[in-house]
């Protein structure tokens, strides 16, 4: 998995690319959201539209950064998943738990 940054309108959306399966990439990625909030910036759209797959170390990876960024007072918030990845959120209930967007736009609006 890769991932590059960049903020609109104060928020900072992550793009993921490629297989989202936890282990090294869960380190940077929760690395990177420290240093967000040491930033203070704990508003954060994860895009999702250039992930190909994501298995359950993945989704643990993307609960930790919502738990992360709610801990610091923000939110973590996701937009454009594919089908299956949002087929997938639907079935271990994690929809409930994650505000989803179909894009971006979308869900930095959502911030306000």
């Known amino acids: 998995m890769e991932f590059k940054t960049k903020e609109i309108k104060g928020i900072t959306v992550v793009e993921l690319k490629g297989n989202v399966m936890g282990g090294p990439d869960a380190s940077a990625l929760n690395d990177f959201l420290h240093q967000l909030i040491t930033e ?7 895009d999702l539209k250039s992930v190909s797959f ?17 801990h610091s007072g923000g939110e973590l918030k996701l937009a454009r998943a594919s089908k299956k990845v949002e087929n997938l959120l639907e079935m ?5 738990v994650f505000d989803l967007h179909k894009n971006v736009n979308n ?4 911030f306000k």
């Open 92 to 96: 271990t209930k994690l929809l409930k």
């Open 40 to 46: 203070q910036k704990n508003h954060v759209v994860v």
């Open 54 to 70: 994501i298995n359950s170390s993945g989704l643990g990876m993307l609960i930790g950064g919502l738990t992360t960024m709610r």
């Open 107 to 110: 869900a930095i609006a959502s």
